[in-house]
């Protein structure tokens, strides 16, 4: 239902899951779009978010992020499909990443090192 709250006006938004369903199809099925769907954990899930899609053959596309490598291999269904693996930022711009986003000082990352690389080693 998000997904059709941010791509249809509001006021052709129904509540029943089925028939928002069937409404987000109809609207999608003349134009183009691209859709990010964001960290899908489960191929059920991926299944009932995509049957809300038409095929519509106008160029329209998905993009799916996940963490897991076998949800993302069966997400991709035509030959254009593929997967791009990201990497992990490396040390220099992680560090520089969560300065930014923490408001860290470089006197902060000195006085507390053992603190920043536990942060940064999960992140």
């Known amino acids: 239902m998000d997904v059709a709250h941010q791509v249809m006006p509001s006021s052709l938004v129904p509540c029943d899951k089925k028939v928002v369903t069937k ?18 954990w489960t191929i059920s899930s991926w299944n009932s978010i995509t049957c809300a899609f ?15 490598e076998n949800l993302a291999k069966f997400c991709c269904v035509k030959p254009i ?32 090192p053992n603190i920043l690389k536990s942060i940064l080693k999960v992140c």
Do not use: H, Q, W
């Open 54 to 68: 038409p095929e519509n053959n106008l160029g329209s596309r998905i993009l799916a992020t996940t963490e897991a």
């Open 23 to 40: 409404t987000l199809r109809e609207f999608l099925y003349t134009k183009r779009y691209l859709i990010e769907i964001d960290d899908i």
């Open 81 to 112: 499909d593929f997967i791009f693996v990201l990497k992990p930022l490396a040390d220099c711009d992680s560090r520089l990443l969560l300065r930014s986003r923490m408001s860290f000082s470089e006197e902060d990352c000195l006085n507390y």
